[in-house]
């Protein structure tokens, strides 16, 4: 009986060494297929604990000397870990569990089940080094191994060796300390690499930790230190071996609920090129080689850009290009352009006041509104002794082109300037990296229709640093610009509209609005989304935490005078108020119930005709499909007497950086002129995106109140942060 419960209890725990790099390679497997092999191991753990219990009897009997506790901490940690996939599992289920229709924290069970699955593959064959010796002996026993033939021994620990310095490697390869410290939020595998070639790296790196730990075990003393220093030792030992996993347990549940901590991060900065060279289309020029009639040369280090025509907007086959970026030719006139962004120092000390978001002096001033860059361009003007560009009358602005005072550049002027002579998607004239800009780096251009697949990328995930960087980071574009992808957006002169069709001559935008456009992308954006043609939208009076300024200054005398006035929209009246949302993982659902709890809305939730996938991989590709796309799905109910409303709370998940598409229809469906839409989005580090855009587009003539972002479900403090939000809003409790 006993000899069977050992072949019972060998056969399992081979069993769950064959399952665990099996059950690594989903994108291989598929999803059914995990899922059941997923329910295999949960199946195995359980019986290889219910042979050993033994185990659990002697928990808190004996000596606990370091051996003892390491053992003990490795095998408490892997029951967590066990613990912590079959329930994110359960959760996630969409064939096994799938009858269950859990509802809400998919996010969270989808970032513990990644976490857990990585750290399952270091702890189970630690667990495994750990009693190395017995298994060893039966090794020995099946290969007839005997101190007449160490050869062989040392052979098997030569192979051993060789298997663990390359599983050095797999473990590398793999970016496996991403996943174990969640640096990234989901998995890549590089479809280019063979099978075969993926578990021997899988199988190498369990090697490794096992090694790992049968050595450190071996080193760790196994006895006690002497009659009277034993029990103490004992005892320290023991707490060591609750404690630390009781505190992991902690840290990790702590973790998962809150975005990542600031990376601190600066390049080297390079040597700009400004003022060295020179282009037949156009490009920087040196000061003794400028044009007549340009402005006095003033002394703030601007690099003079040569104007020149060239095309602005994006060409039909440019992926993820929206239909505003319609290709048309442009005249730009010579110009100045700062080769930074506006520091907080520098806005501080003409302002007096710094609002941003972010702290350092170097660092690129944000949370400015238009109107706010607008005035920091007259006071700088007035500073230097040149003459204020702008007038700012209520919702009319007129600008003096004679003027040559400081200003913000026109939206062909910062494309042009941006291109720097170039025609593809980035200055870079390749798929940006993380390396050579400031954002959201776990997804870099085409990610989208590339998820779990590095190999067909030009450009792979890198570094997401949830921070603004220093204004002279990374090298500057063809003409000694720094940032003008990423770091922060940066506002432009021109009203949101549609390009004038046809060639056009230093174009200025419409001449009335209710948007301004700003342009580059931010630290927290999609690298779609700082394409030279990206453009991106909101209210003038707004600021947002990844918008800031560079300033530009005529270098030809310019003629005339441009006046732009602000459309009007009527604010909400004493009317109702809708909660209107989507939620998918039901993070949304539970940030739109606190607020009916404290407001006594209305609450409306927008379903589907044809909802989408349970399944988190298949969701992925059908929502970033129905964005590249721009689908409207179709939804399943819709609100009844829409007009009683001046005030929509609308909610929704950040997907792919932007509102999901059933919020488009949504937007599309009614009209919300004169209405107040205030916006609150859940997401998992890159707060807004661009989803701000998605609905001042969609919904032009409404006023755009203050957004709330939660990060995945708000955590313990959602009502104060929705109490706080509300009271900004001016919407009091009921």
């Given at each position: 009986m006993k000899q069977s419960k050992q072949i019972v209890k060998r056969i399992a725990?081979?069993?769950?060494?064959?399952?665990?790099?099996?059950?690594?390679?989903?994108?291989?497997?598929?999803?059914?297929?995990?899922?059941?092999?997923?329910?295999?191991?949960v199946v195995l753990f359980a019986v290889h604990h219910i042979l050993n219990a033994g185990w659990w009897k002697s928990f808190f009997k004996g000596n606990y000397t370091p051996s003892r506790m390491l053992s003990v901490m490795l095998d408490l940690l892997?029951?967590?870990?066990?613990?912590?996939?079959?329930v994110s599992g359960i959760m996630m289920s969409d064939f096994i569990f799938g009858f269950l229709s859990i509802r809400g924290g998919m996010m969270i069970a989808r970032q513990l089940h990644l976490f857990a699955s990585y750290w399952g593959i270091i702890l189970m064959p630690a667990h495994l080094g750990m009693h190395m010796d017995m298994l060893m002996g039966a090794g020995r026993r099946l290969f007839r191994i005997s101190e007449k033939n160490a050869g062989r021994t040392w052979m098997l620990r030569a192979a051993a060796a060789g298997i663990s310095i390359y599983g050095v490697y797999g473990f590398f390869a793999q970016r496996i300390p991403d996943y174990l410290f969640l640096r990234t939020h989901f998995v890549l595998f590089d479809e280019t690499k063979p099978a075969v070639v993926y578990f021997a790296e899988t199988v190498s790196i369990m090697v490794l930790f096992a090694a790992l730990a049968h050595y450190l075990n071996k080193w760790l003393p196994k006895t006690g230190y002497g009659p009277e220093r034993k029990k103490a030792k004992g005892t320290v030992w023991k707490l060591a071996a609750f404690a630390v996993p009781a505190l992991v347990c902690l840290l990790v549940t702590a973790s998962l609920n809150r975005p990542m901590s600031n990376i601190?991060?600066?390049?080297?900065?390079?040597?700009?090129?400004?003022?060295?060279?020179?282009?037949?289309?156009?490009?920087?020029?040196?000061?003794?080689?400028?044009?007549?009639?340009?402005?006095?040369?003033?002394?703030d280090g601007f690099v003079l850009i040569q104007g020149g025509s060239f095309t602005m907007g994006s060409p039909q086959d440019e992926p993820w290009r929206s239909e505003d970026e319609v290709l048309h030719t442009v005249t730009v006139s010579d110009f100045y352009i700062s080769p930074y962004e506006v520091t907080q120092n520098d806005y501080e000390a003409v302002m007096g006041v710094n609002p941003s978001s972010f702290s350092g002096e170097n660092l690129p001033v944000e949370n400015v509104t238009?109107?706010?860059?607008?005035?920091?361009?007259?006071?700088?003007?007035?500073?230097?002794?040149?003459?204020?560009?702008?007038?700012?009358?209520?919702?009319?602005?007129?600008?003096?082109?004679?003027?040559?005072?400081?200003?913000?550049?026109?939206?062909?002027?910062?494309?042009?300037?941006?291109?720097?002579?170039?025609?593809?998607?980035?200055?870079?004239?390749?798929?940006?990296?993380?390396?050579?800009?400031?954002?959201?780096?776990?997804?870099?251009?085409?990610?989208?229709?590339?998820?779990?697949?590095?190999?067909?990328?030009?450009?792979g995930p890198g570094e997401y640093r949830q921070t603004t960087v220093e204004v002279d980071?990374?090298?500057?574009?063809?003409?000694?610009?720094?940032?003008?992808?990423?770091?922060?957006?940066?506002?432009?002169?021109d009203y949101y509209g549609e390009y004038v069709v046809g060639e056009a001559s230093d174009p200025t935008g419409p001449e009335t609005g209710t948007r301004r456009v700003?342009?580059?992308?931010?630290?927290?954006?999609?690298?779609?989304?700082?394409?030279?043609?990206?453009?991106?939208?909101?209210?003038e009076d707004q600021g947002s935490f990844n918008i800031g300024i560079r300033l530009v200054r005529n270098a030809v005398n310019g003629t005339g005078s441009v006046t732009t006035s602000g459309a009007e929209t009527q604010t909400a009246g004493d009317g109702s108020i809708l909660i209107a949302f989507f939620s998918w993982g039901g993070n949304t659902r539970g940030v739109a119930e606190e607020i009916q709890a404290q407001t006594g809305a209305d609450l409306f939730e927008i379903e589907l005709v044809n909802p989408y996938s349970t399944d988190y991989n298949t969701v992925l590709d059908q929502a970033q499909h129905d964005q590249n796309i721009q689908a409207r799905p179709e939804l399943s109910n819709h609100v009844e007497n829409f007009e009683q409303y001046d005030t929509i709370l609308l909610g929704y998940p950040n997907w792919w950086a932007s509102i999901p598409m059933p919020v488009a229809s949504f937007l599309e469906e009614y009209d919300f002129a004169g209405k107040t839409i205030i916006p609150f989005c859940s997401h998992?580090?890159?707060?807004?995106?661009?989803?701000?855009?998605?609905?001042?587009?969609?919904a032009p003539d409404a006023v755009m109140g203050e957004p709330l972002s939660i990060h995945y479900s708000g955590g313990s403090s959602l009502p104060e942060d929705v109490e706080a939000w509300l009271k900004l809003n001016n919407i009091e409790n009921p």
């Open positions: 725990d081979l069993a769950m060494l064959v399952l665990l790099p099996l059950l690594m390679a989903e994108i291989l497997t598929g999803q059914e297929i995990h899922e059941w092999l997923g329910m295999g191991m892997l029951l967590l870990d066990m613990a912590a996939l079959a601190p991060w600066q390049a080297e900065p390079s040597e700009p090129s400004a003022g060295l060279t020179e282009t037949e289309s156009g490009g920087t020029i040196t000061e003794s080689e400028v044009p007549v009639g340009q402005t006095a040369l003033v002394e238009w109107l706010d860059a607008a005035g920091y361009c007259n006071a700088l003007s007035e500073q230097a002794g040149l003459t204020p560009v702008y007038t700012i009358d209520g919702a009319n602005v007129t600008w003096d082109r004679s003027a040559d005072g400081y200003r913000l550049p026109t939206e062909a002027e910062w494309e042009y300037a941006c291109r720097a002579g170039t025609t593809t998607p980035f200055n870079t004239e390749t798929s940006i990296s993380p390396e050579e800009s400031n954002y959201y780096g776990h997804y870099p251009y085409e990610i989208e229709d590339n998820y779990f697949s590095q190999g067909n990328l030009t450009t980071s990374f090298s500057p574009n063809g003409w000694g610009l720094y940032n003008m992808h990423g770091n922060v957006s940066e506002w432009v002169w700003y342009r580059g992308g931010a630290w927290n954006d999609f690298a779609k989304n700082m394409r030279s043609a990206y453009r991106a939208t909101l209210p998992g580090g890159g707060r807004f995106g661009q989803s701000l855009t998605a609905i001042t587009k969609l």
